[in-house]
């Protein structure tokens, strides 16, 4: 059975950093994209970050680029999204998810994703 838990969101101040993880089982993620995706109250789940396969390569929603960064560690089949200088609009429920393996990495829909965690909540207060 694949499980994706995310875990380290909480409370910060504007301004603070997080860093969230995502470790995965049943499922072995060097095949894999992986990305984020974060979902604010009474809005739609919205990309976030994606990681190619071998985490050399990241792709960026413009509202986080150069504040938050991507990474993963296949060995560990885990995956971390480091995020820097918090602004209360990054406020929301933040999801880890595992996309289809295909030649294009760069997995920005919901819907290119097989498997999802329960999410973690990340609360920026101004």
């Known amino acids: 059975q694949v499980q994706l838990v995310e875990s380290g969101g909480g409370w910060v101040q504007a301004g603070g950093s997080l860093r969230l993880s995502c470790a995965a089982s049943?499922?072995?993620?060097?095949?894999?994209?992986m990305g984020w995706f974060r979902q604010a109250p009474g809005k739609d789940r919205d990309f976030v970050a994606v990681s190619s396969v071998t985490g050399q390569s990241a792709y960026y929603a413009d509202s986080v680029k150069g504040r938050f960064t991507i990474a993963r560690d296949n060995d560990k089949d885990t995956m971390y999204l480091e995020m820097n200088s918090l602004k209360p609009e990054d406020t929301a429920v933040y999801y880890c998810?595992?996309?289809?393996?295909?030649?294009?990495?760069?997995?920005?829909?919901?819907?290119?994703?097989?498997?999802w965690g329960q999410g973690t909540q990340v609360i920026v207060s101004s």
């Open positions: 998810a595992a996309g289809r393996a295909k030649a294009n990495w760069r997995l920005i829909s919901p819907q290119e994703y097989n498997y």
């Open positions: 049943g499922l072995t993620i060097n095949k894999y994209p």
